[in-house]
């Protein structure tokens, strides 16, 4: 590989930024230019429609005329400056600029190119006139972490013909100016940081330099960054505050008048150089004479290099500290300021200056600061040669210089001597270019340790030749030569980012050119690629050439396009060309490795390598080289021959394989359930176009298989793989497009052993279930194939009698154990039997008489194995039944016998749940079909269709999979263990959405289907602990804190679910541990419907065995929820009637938003005793209770009756139907109130009362039966009755006469007694007086007649007939 100009850009409307700075080559009209003459910063864009219009014809002079100015070389007259990032160029001239930034567009190709356009374009001279003397572009590291290299901004730097120094954006705003000396700017060049490529190397650090007549302008680097980074934020504060931008302060810089020189065209900074003792004491003998004194260190020095006039090139060292940085404009007083001022960027830069003193200071001209004078050291002295340019190498170790006499001179910049030079380069332009070694280019056993190597190249455009050459340095001979024409500028900026350092620098990758060639005919921008090599001399570069060589096939197959001829020719002269082994068998790997290169090519490739290698002397050959072109050659081999077998026009030879018999009665018992599951997988899905089926690739077949001691092997790989390579030699035979036997006879040629070719078979076979099922004929090919595998030599051991269990044939059920392709698996283990059978039966015919039966060991392994295939097959159809639209639970669960024989014993329920909660099944239509499963018989065929079912279709397919599974798993799905996985699973998939209520709901109601006890109790235990103690202990706290039903928000912080989930939830607790009371033992306590059951407990009932099937024998895995359960300890019976009546305490007060702060209802005892293990015995509270706390829950429970009442009005008048689970709250509260010792006597009355108030008198009177104390609640009842009265006679708004006239017959006694009652306490006051009649009558009959109200009672009654007599 040799040098090559590459395009990486080009530049837009170059005619018109030509147009712009040359306005006397514009041609437009006089009003055109009339207006630019108006504006010039805006384009002439009336020659721009031609670019919209490419097919456009033109006028042949207009034509002649543009091809004559584009070969005038308008450019070598500018200023050019391209950013080292390719993303800026500033083209300049005089007074004018434009900028032109990069932009990403897609080309007719498609792919991604840059292009700069023009974003700026104006006049930067202020002064009068001043024109630009010299630009430069310095790109700005970005201080972010996330930043990899890649600039935050570019700065412009343009030098004046005043001196005036600005710097710009690359918008064109003025960011800073600052006018350094008096004379025009000649030169501006930077240096950036450099990682340090040697510990010995002195570290540099960034400065700007500027080159005046006399005079050297350093400002340093860091200071500056800062300086301008601080600008460009002031600057866009102030745009976006509509303010006037405030005058920052003056940069600090080093200022050296150059002595001894005649004229200076250019210069160079070398940076900081310590000379060694030697060379300090050299100079110090020559600089004072023989008696010099020497320091005991040396100084530290910074050097410049400066070409032009007597001497022709100056060598001036600054020793470090000889001068301080000059302030212009600023007093010694506040130089203190300047540090804070430069680097924060705070508003109104301190307030450095007042609007005032910035107009005064604008309105004079500055004050210049003289400079140091700096002597030269020493030069190269020729009178008649004057130096034109100087270009410093990257390493700082060489200079390139230009003259007027046309010659190159390389320079030895710390031994300050020319060591070559060239000749006939006039006008030269000089560019550096710096190659670093890649890592595989040097043997690593001769230097593992040593660093990378860099070469340095110096570029030489020759204008005059049109010549763009490449020399290799010191002495290198010229590497590189292109013919680029006249009108070119050779860029090369000389630095890299601003404001990186050692410590920022670790980790990027600073993407710059170092050399840039610029066509101005068509814009092109182009950069030069010198491989390392090139700087190597030959006896190294036979191995650097091989790898080029490498990389240049590796490019030739990267290619997207590439024709076979094409690729063939160039691969194998590269093959050939390479003499490295151990590189041309990289470039043979990466040739084979290729997606797009024919097999075709592949085998004359690698036949024509393999033949050249035969021809060379054995002895000299690399044994490793040729084993490897021979085994990949016959790999190929055997790839045609198998893809040639598999083509279409290939007709099988064989006659059709007769049908075997025993497989239809096989095939007969599982059609059904077959049928049903080929049903359920043959919905569409989504597809990748990746996984399509299509033609193996060659590299894929190549990459899988090996020769490994004169045997082919395949390489283990993932199934995806195994699949591959078993689809190409072996789906064509299973769907009878390609000949059994010759397919068979090619693979056991090929030297593949049986063992793998049937692990490829099986990989076929179980993982393209769906096209195996599609395929009628499959099973029939199955068997054909397994047969001859059989047959084959080393595949069944020839000791093997039958008694023993067969390696082959275990691999085979292997293999279908593992699979998660039920039906392919039953399928194959089916064909499988079939075959073993027949040969197991030939053995035995062989060494017995016909009449005796074989029993053989590995018939019984293939029955159990189909019988465990047949239910795994039973249950993976159940499990692929669709789920509901919206449903809940994942994906579809695939088993295999592997998976639920390490599942354990609770796997088959454990899935089964799952599937039963994705489908929704209702606990009561679960129980259902449990039922029916009990009462009906098992059937050989369960999906006939004609079954009467009124259920919808889904849920009878549903019930009818559901039924069959269970009738396969007796054991291990029975209702106790089934109700039990699926409590379990509802509160699982509740504890990750607590938001839906119904999955607790139902938890708790499949918890209560356990018949067993001792089930029942683990499970609801483990229930409590588990999930649900840690968000009741949460919502308890939390009511405590609020004192009140918890708004919403509270509830999702504390407790992670909303009020009303929150209030469901607090049900289903109670229901929770009602069923935990009536399960543990309550004999020792009374006995309440809704707190406990007496007659029940684990001591009545032995617990249960944990049984599964026969064949499910062998599961061994994690323990089961049912043998958990039976694991767990008895609960203490108080303390978890403790926790239920603290439960039903928050239910209620979530239900009837009530007041309550439900710890405080408690004592210390009953407190201390809450959300403890439910199993440990805790110190309860006994005896009396505190009468404050008494009267506190006698309180709280009568406000539950209150709410309750009030609810049940509400329903009654919208006409809702009350449902029988909120009638339950006062025999809940009756309970309550025994358990909290209230008297209930009490609260019965409070009912009656609050019944009466709303208006519901028969409720009332059925609660009036149960009061003990008939007289407290008849003087209650009186005062109720009393109001009603009160309420018709002086308060209803319909008044008639008579019933003022009946008012005025009550005895006075009953008449202020009516007026002295409020009706405003009745929330129904309008009762009909029938009612009211009754209600008085129920009075006087629980008012004894020597009651002091008893009279009062009659007159309210003989009132009450009257107005009920009434019209």
């Known amino acids: 590989m040799s040098c090559c100009l590459l395009e990486f850009g080009r530049v837009q409307e170059l005619r018109q930024v030509r147009e712009f700075l040359f306005p006397k080559h514009n041609k437009a009209g006089p009003e055109e230019e009339k207006a630019q003459a108006e504006n010039e910063l805006t384009w002439d864009d009336s020659d721009w429609g031609s670019w919209e219009n490419p097919d456009g014809k033109e006028d042949g002079a207009q034509t002649e005329e543009e091809e004559q100015q584009q070969s005038t070389p308008w450019l070598q007259d500018c200023v050019l400056s391209l950013s080292p990032c390719s993303d800026l160029l500033v083209i300049a001239r005089e007074h004018k600029a434009a900028f032109l930034s990069a932009k990403w567009r897609t080309a007719e190709s498609g792919q991604e190119e840059m292009t700069l356009t023009v974003t700026w374009s104006g006049t930067l001279s202020i002064e009068e006139g001043e024109c630009i003397s010299s630009v430069i572009c310095i790109p700005l590291a970005s201080q972010k972490r996330s930043s990899t290299g890649r600039p935050d901004w570019t700065c412009i730097v343009v030098g004046f013909s005043s001196g005036y120094v600005r710097f710009y954006t690359e918008s064109g705003v003025l960011l800073l100016a600052q006018l350094l000396h008096e004379d025009p700017v000649l030169c501006l060049k930077c240096r950036t940081y450099e990682i340090p490529r040697h510990p010995g190397v002195t570290e540099q650090h960034e400065e700007l330099s500027i080159l005046y007549p006399a005079a050297l302008v350093t400002i340093d680097g860091f200071s500056l960054f800062q300086s301008l980074r601080a600008c460009r934020n002031q600057v866009a504060r102030a745009a976006a505050a509509g303010s006037d931008v405030i005058q920052p302060p003056p940069l600090a810089y080093k200022k050296w008048s150059l002595q001894d020189m005649d004229t200076i065209a250019d210069h160079s900074s070398i940076g900081i150089t310590t000379l060694s003792v030697f060379d300090q004491m050299k100079n110090a003998s020559i600089l004072g004479g ?76 500055p004050k210049v600061e003289p400079a140091t004078a700096l002597p030269v050291r020493f030069g190269l002295p020729d009178s008649r040669r004057h130096g034109e340019s100087i270009c410093l190498s990257p390493c700082n170790t060489m200079a390139g210089v230009t003259d007027d006499f046309g010659r190159v001179t390389l320079l030895d910049v710390a031994r300050g001597i020319a060591i070559r030079m060239w000749k006939g380069y006039r006008d030269a332009q000089l560019g550096w270019v710096q190659v670093s070694e890649a890592p595989g280019e040097r043997e690593v056993a001769t230097s593992p340790s040593m660093p990378r190597r860099h070469a340095q190249f110096l570029v030489i455009y020759a204008p005059r030749r049109g010549i763009l050459e490449v020399w290799g340095t010191q002495h290198g001979p010229r590497v590189g030569a292109f013919t680029v024409g006249k009108n070119c500028r050779l860029l090369y900026a000389g630095h890299r980012l601003m404001g990186v350092n050692s410590v920022t620098s670790q980790g990027w990758q600073i993407h710059t050119q170092q050399v840039c060639l610029f066509d101005q005919v068509n814009g092109a921008l182009r950069a030069i690629t010198i491989p390392f090599h090139l700087a190597l001399s030959d006896k190294k570069s036979e191995r650097a050439k091989d790898m080029h060589l490498l990389r240049r096939l590796t490019t030739l197959l990267r290619a997207r396009e590439v024709e076979p001829a094409l690729l063939e020719s160039e691969a194998q002269s590269v093959l050939l060309d390479i003499k490295h082994p ?140 195994w699949t591959q390579l078993g689809s190409f030699l072996f789906w064509g035979c299973l769907s009878g497009q390609s000949p059994l036997q010759r397919v068979c006879e090619t693979l056991q040629e090929s030297g593949i052993s049986p063992q793998q070719l049937l692990s490829l078979l099986l990989s076929v076979w179980l993982n393209k279930e769906k096209e195996v099922l599609k395929c009628p004929d499959a099973v029939s090919h199955l068997h054909t194939l397994l047969s001859t595998l059989s047959s084959m030599k080393g595949a069944v051991d020839e000791s ?62 293939w029955v159990v194995c189909i019988k465990q295939l047949e239910d795994v097959l039973a249950l993976q159809t159940l499990l692929c039944l669709p789920s509901p639209q919206g449903s809940t639970g994942g994906a579809v669960t695939r088993c295999s016998v592997k998976a639920l024989l390490e599942s354990g014993r609770g796997g088959v329920a454990d899935c089964v749940s799952k599937y039963i909660f994705r489908q929704g099944v209702s606990p009561d239509l679960l129980r259902n079909i449990l039922q029916r499963r009990g009462e009906n018989e098992p059937t050989e065929q ?207 007060a979530l239900t009837f938003s009530l007041r309550l702060k439900p710890l405080s209802l408690f004592d210390s005892k009953g407190k201390n005793a809450f959300f403890r293990d439910l199993a440990s015995i805790q110190l309860l509270p006994s005896g009396d209770m505190d009468p404050n706390l008494v009267a506190m829950r006698q309180e709280f429970l009568m406000n539950v009756l209150t709410g309750w009442v009030k609810v049940l009005a509400e329903a009654e008048e919208n006409g809702v139907k009350h449902s029988g689970a909120e009638d339950m709250w006062p025999s809940v509260c009756m309970e309550l109130s025994s358990l909290l010792q209230v008297n209930s006597d009490i609260l019965r009355r409070h009912l009656v009362c609050e019944l009466y108030n709303q208006g519901l008198d028969l409720r009332a009177e059925e609660v009036m039966m149960e009061v003990q104390d008939k007289d407290v609640l008849g003087s209650q009842l009186l005062v109720l009755t009393g109001q009603r009265l009160s309420f018709s006679l002086l308060h209803s708004q319909s008044q008639t006469k008579p019933n003022m006239e009946l008012l005025a017959r009550l005895p006075p006694t009953l008449c202020t007694w009516l007026k002295a009652m409020d009706p405003s306490e009745l929330r129904c006051p309008s009762v009909p007086l029938s009612q009211s009649g009754r209600l008085i009558n129920k009075v006087i009959e629980m008012l004894p007649e020597n009651h002091a109200q008893y009279s009062l009672a009659l007159h309210l009654l003989e009132a009450v007939d009257s107005l009920h007599e009434e019209p």
């Not at 070409?307 to 007083?333: D, R």
């Not at 077949?701 to 993932?718: A, H, T, Y």
């Not at 699982?988 to 289907?1009: A, I, R």
């Open 582 to 721: 151990a590189i041309k068998k990289q470039a043979l790997e990466s040739l084979l490795s290729n997606k797009n290169a024919p097999v075709s090519c592949l085998t004359h490739v690698t036949r024509a390598l393999l033949a050249s290698l035969k021809e060379q002397d054995p002895e000299a050959v690399d044994e490793s080289l040729l084993q490897f072109c021979s085994s990949q050659l016959k790999l190929l081999q055997l790839y045609t021959d198998v893809q040639l077998l598999h083509t279409p026009d290939t007709s099988p030879t064989e006659p059709e394989h007769p049908s075997f018999s025993g497989i239809e009665e096989d095939l007969a018992r599982v059609g059904p359930v077959l049928q049903r599951y080929t049903e359920m997988n043959s919905r569409p899905c989504v597809s990748f176009a990746q996984d399509s089926s299509g033609p193996l690739p060659v590299r894929t077949f190549l990459s899988q298989l090996e020769w490994v001691n004169g045997e082919l092997r395949v390489i283990k790989q993932p199934d995806t793989d």
């Open 800 to 861: 093997w009698d039958g008694q023993c269990v067969s390696p082959w044939w275990q691999q085979v059920r292997t293999a279908c154990v593992q699979s998660e392709s039920a039906a392919s698996a039953l399928l194959a283990a089916l064909v499988a039997h079939r075959v073993a059978k027949n040969a197991i039966t030939k053995l035995a015919e062989s060494k017995f008489q016909e009449g005796w039966e074989c029993v053989s060991l590995e018939l019984e392994q």
């Open 942 to 1148: 369960p999906f006939q269709q004609g079954r009467e079912e009124k259920l919808e279709a889904c849920v009878c397919v549903v019930s009818e999979l559901l039924e069959y599974v269970c009738q396969r798993f007796p054991s291990s799905l029975s209702p106790d263990v089934l109700f039990a996985h699926c409590s379990w699973e509802n509160v699982v998939q509740w504890n990750k959405d607590p938001e839906v209520g119904q999955y607790l709901e139902w938890s708790v109601e499949f918890l209560k289907m356990i018949s067993s006890p001792h089930i029942q109790l683990g499970v609801s235990a483990m229930m409590w602990q588990t999930f649900i103690v840690k968000r009741f202990s949460a919502a308890a706290f939390l009511m405590e804190k609020v004192g009140k039903a918890p708004k919403d928000r509270l509830c999702r912080r504390d407790v992670g679910m909303g009020d009303a989930a929150m209030r469901s939830f607090l049900g289903s607790s109670v229901q929770l541990l009602q069923a935990l009371m009536e399960v543990s033992s309550s004999s020792f306590l009374p006995s309440f419907p809704f707190f406990s059951r007496a007659d029940s407990g684990v001591e009545e009932v032995s617990a249960p065995d944990v049984c599964v099937e026969e064949v499910w024998g062998g599961a061994e895995g994690p323990v089961s929820i049912v043998e958990l359960a039976l694991d767990q300890r008895s609960v203490h019976y108080p303390l978890v009637q403790h926790h239920c009546v603290l439960a039903s305490l928050l239910h209620a």
């Open 290 to 365: 023989y008696h010099a004194s020497v320091k005991g260190s040396p100084p530290a020095m910074s050097q410049y290099i400066a070409v032009g006039g007597g001497p022709y090139t100056g060598f001036y060292y600054a020793i470090e500290g000889s001068s301080q940085p000059l302030l212009s404009h600023v007093a010694l007083a506040v130089a203190s300021k300047l540090t804070s001022a430069l680097f924060s960027a705070a508003s109104g830069w301190l307030g450095w200056k007042t609007k005032n003193e910035e107009e005064s200071v604008q309105k004079q001209k």
